[in-house]
């Protein structure tokens, strides 16, 4: 299995968090990613920690990319913050427009995340490899699914060199929205975004509020285990596996892990995954 792999992590809130994440990226290094992602706070919450982790990715050696969110933002702190990621070394950016915490108005120059791209391009050239997401599912607050595609074909066209899918556990979908893309002239590639599965409520009660779908013999079968995570931990071995296979099957660019900031799941997906490959897979 030679697809290439990267990890996301989000910023650790505790001095134990911080030391937990060191330790399950140490062990996720032996995997080889490519690149690990540093999640982003919307209106910048996280950036402190977003920095930090992402400077300690750096220090060990390997590639990091930050999430950036341009909700609220204005140019001049866009502008002031990119220099900084420049000198830190960072080359990598995951490029959104984020989400404000309900209550709190949409503000700042950007609307959308094509404006962050475009901005990025223009002020820093090819400084960076610019990702952003895409949303085989449909994102939640899109118009329709036409205009979403759209939307991220104009997200593309203001100089985005790749893309990252929100999570999905119904392979169609994904074939569907690469094969609508490459349609709209839209030929960067498209990483799948996968989500271990290690735990029942908190994966129902994210995917509902993200717009990703768990189909529902998935659903069905994690409510029936209730507390029993080792049943819930192996049939998500088993259901993430299958679903990493088809797509490495049909030539995945790269596979995305939502690591959680834990290295089991993620670890235990891919030794399996290498181990059923031929040499040349
Ligand atoms: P956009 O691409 O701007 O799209 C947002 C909505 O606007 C969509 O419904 C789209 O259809 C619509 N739209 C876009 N352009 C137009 C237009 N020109 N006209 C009309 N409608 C338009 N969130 C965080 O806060 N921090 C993170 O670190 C983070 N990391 C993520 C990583 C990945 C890989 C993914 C898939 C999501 C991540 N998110 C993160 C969540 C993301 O911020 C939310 O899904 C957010 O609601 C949309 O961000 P976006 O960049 O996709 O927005």
Redesign the pocket.
Known sequence: MNTPLSFEFFPPKTPEGTLKLRQARAQLYDLKPEFCSV????GGSTQEGTMATVKEILAEGQEAAL?Y?CIGATREGVREQLSQLRAMGVKRL?A????MPSGYGMGGAFQ???DLVAFIRAETGNTFHIE????PEV?P???SPA??LQ?FA??VKAGADSA???YFYNSDAYFRFVDDADKLGVHVPIVP?IMPITSSSQLLRFSDA?GAEIPRWIRQRLVAYGDDVASIKAFGLEVVTDLCDQLICAGVPGLHFYTMNQSAATMALVRGLRAQSTPDE
């Not at 999640?39 to 919307?42: R, V």
């Open positions: 999640t982003y706070g919307a999430h969110s995951v959104l427009r984020g989400d959308y995340a094509s952003v997401a895409a949303y994102h607050q899109a118009k205009a979403d939307a104009t997200k990252i899918t929100q975004g993200c």
